[in-house]
T-cell receptor
Framework: AQSVTQLDSHVSVSEGTPVLLRCNYS??????LFWYVQHPNKGLQLLLK??????LVKGINGFEAEFKKSETSFHLTKPSAHMSDAAEYFC????????????FGTGTRLQVFP | DTEVTQTPKHLVMGMTNKKSLKCEQH?????MYWYKQKAKKPPELMFV???????INESVPSRFSPECPNSSLLNLHLHALQPEDSALYLC????????????FGQGTRLTVV
């Protein structure tokens, strides 16, 4: 069965410094992986997705993620944090056993200090 | 149009009331979802409709009743809810397939009093 683990529940950075949000997956198959962002009391917005094409995926708002099969990781990065990046981030895997399902990680809250 | 529209945005209801949440999308997606999200938690899957048929019910109490009248609309009928049902209810839609992302609405903030 597929699963995702977000290694940090809370990450704090200063504005202008790099962001790293960590996600490890477990899958018997080649996974489809997604990163979503959720601002307070809002819906979820897709940042980027990996679907077995290029291993380095670029997303919106300067975010990118690298799929590393050897490490079963899909970490989200951004070179320079902005105050508006403060939000909750979810790593998600598509369940190949039941293609209707998306499996969510527990989330990482990103705090950005001025 | 890449929007999923949910109404109402906020809802306060008593434990004896009956109310409905509505979700609409015009992207031609044939999979539609209801999620429940409590504060500081990830969304929990409640129901999935695939080609307008209920494909997944995650053992949700019968006081929640979903309905998919057509390929663009998804409703969630609420009856005799409990205060612990207060949460953000999110609707999502998706092209059916393992590589496809879900598009989420802004949610309905439900408070049961």
């Amino acid at each position: 069965a597929q699963s995702v683990t977000q290694l940090d529940s809370h990450v704090s950075v200063s504005e202008g410094t790099p962001v790293l949000l960590r996600c490890n997956y477990s899958s018997s198959y080649s996974p489809s992986l997604f990163w979503y962002v959720q601002h307070p009391n809002k819906g979820l917005q897709l940042l980027l997705k990996y679907t077995s094409a290029a291993t380095l995926v670029k997303g919106i708002n300067g975010f990118e993620a690298e799929f590393k099969k050897s490490e079963t990781s899909f970490h989200l990065t951004k070179p320079s944090a902005h105050m508006s990046d403060a939000a909750e981030y979810f790593c998600v895997v598509s369940d190949r056993g039941n293609t209707d399902k998306l499996i969510f990680g527990t989330g990482t809250r990103l705090q950005v200090f001025p | 149009d890449t929007e999923v529209t949910q109404t109402p945005k906020h809802l306060v209801m008593g434990m004896t009331n009956k109310k409905s949440l509505k979700c609409e999308q015009h992207m031609g997606h044939r999979a539609m979802y209801w999620y429940k999200q409590k504060a500081k938690k990830p969304p929990e899957l409640m129901f999935v409709y695939s080609y307008e048929k209920l494909s997944i019910n995650e053992s949700v109490p019968s006081r929640f009743s979903p309905e998919c009248p057509n390929s663009s609309l998804l409703n969630l009928h609420l009856h005799a809810l409990q205060p612990e049902d207060s949460a953000l209810y999110l609707c999502a839609s998706r092209v059916i397939g393992v590589n496809t992302e879900a598009f989420f609405g802004q949610g309905t903030r439900l408070t049961v009093v």
